[in-house]
């Protein structure tokens, strides 16, 4: 057996075939509060870093400025205004949806951040960007304790 570096490309080994990668992605500290919040008060909640004026929403535990630990939680607005927006056809496996979904990312009103939400009660001639929108929260019971628990965002 020989430990020389390969240089030639035509000896790379290589397997043909599919790899399976799964995954977790966990809300971490700041957004279990944010979603828990959510679910069981109807309220959005950010976190200020005084240093930097800056408002994270979603919530962070540290700036991504300075780099201070952020324990300042506040009660940030569920309103905000559409910066971009787009319909949606097709689902995350690229199945083509029975009905298209307008989806926009709103920026919270008396924050640094945003979400990714569908607009609802407004067809996609309608929706502009600065557009001027709320939350429509599902009902209490029907809350999981995810970004789902927002029904969908619609004009003021």
């Known amino acids: 057996m020989s430990f020389d570096k390969n ?8 397997v ?14 700041a957004g279990d509060k944010f979603f828990k919040t959510l679910r069981d008060e109807g309220k959005f909640l950010a976190t200020h ?6 408002t994270y ?3 962070r535990m540290y700036c991504e400025r300075c780099f201070l630990k952020l324990d300042k939680w506040i009660e940030a607005e569920s309103t905000g205004v559409v910066d971009t927006f787009t319909l949606v056809s097709e689902d995350s496996n690229g199945d083509k949806l029975t009905e298209p979904v307008l989806v926009a990312f709103i920026r919270i009103d008396k ?13 996609a001639e309608s ?25 969908h965002f619609t004009p003021q």
């Open 7 to 14: 240089t030639n490309p035509l000896k790379l080994h290589h």
């Open 49 to 54: 870093c005084e240093s930097c004026d800056h």
């Open 127 to 151: 929706a502009k960007v600065g557009m001027k929108v709320k939350a429509v929260l599902k009902d209490k019971s029907k809350r999981t304790g995810g970004l789902t628990d927002i029904a």
């Open 111 to 123: 924050t640094n951040g945003g979400v990714i939400h569908k607009l609802g009660g407004i067809d």
């Open 16 to 29: 043909i075939g599919d790899m399976e990668a799964d995954y977790i992605y966990t809300p971490g500290i």
């Open 57 to 59: 929403l979603p919530p």
